[in-house]
């Protein structure tokens, strides 16, 4: 099993590409294409199916991206209501 830092370093930006949204593997695929893909109750091996170039730590790269943004967002949400009150 891959670490963390593995899996972050298969999602790659490239302005040239979808204008630098983040992308698996420099390929054409997004991010967050496979996001709302599994958001939608598409399973982990029909997207395999679907995108045969991609791999299940590509996916499994795209959940840890996610998840960090949702920390990201969590915490942004907490201090800024802390500063409300």
Do not use: H
Request: overall charge neutral; proline content about 4%; hydrophobic content about 40%.
């Amino acid at each position: 099993m891959q670490t963390e830092d593995e899996l972050l370093r298969r999602i790659t930006v490239n302005p040239a590409i979808f204008q630098g949204k983040p992308t698996i593997r420099g390929m054409r695929i997004k991010v967050g294409t496979v996001l709302s893909l599994l958001e939608q109750g598409v399973s982990v091996k029909e997207i395999l199916d679907d995108y045969p170039d991609l791999e299940r730590d590509d996916i499994r790269a795209c959940l840890r991206l996610a998840a960090g943004w949702g920390q990201i967002a969590f915490r942004e949400a907490v201090s800024y209501e802390r500063v409300q009150r």
